[in-house]
């Protein structure tokens, strides 16, 4: 079931592939445990469809516990942990920079109201 919500992801059907990331993350977490390694390895793949579907902070928040967790099992410079990381740093860039667009856009939402008021 992974292997098909990867196909899915490279077709580009985000929002189905994350509907099947998250029965396989459910069923792994009940059947190898939320520590077993293949199960982080589940939390990295939708963390990862969540931040391209730009669910930015939903993938910020599950990156970091998996981040945390690989640490903590695997330690800090397994290639899994390092991985995890990077994505990490990535999910938190974009995050950055849809703020700062969020906020030209309202800046200049701000500019022309104020313009049309004096006016």
Do not use: C, F, W
């Amino acid at each position: 079931m992974g292997n098909l919500a990867t196909i899915i992801y490279d077709l580009g059907q985000l929002e189905d592939a994350e509907k099947m990331e998250r029965e396989v993350l459910a069923l792994r977490r009940e059947i190898l445990g939320p520590r077993h390694p293949t199960t982080l390895l589940s939390m990295a793949s939708l963390a990862i469809t969540l931040k391209d579907n730009d669910q930015l902070e939903e993938a910020e928040n599950m990156m970091q516990e998996v981040v945390t967790l690989q640490r903590e099992i695997l330690g800090p410079r397994h290639r899994d942990t390092v991985s995890a990381q990077k994505e990490l740093s990535l999910i938190r860039r974009q995050r950055k920079q849809s703020i700062r667009s969020t906020r030209k856009r309202l800046d200049g939402y701000t500019r022309a109201r104020v313009r049309s008021v004096k006016t």
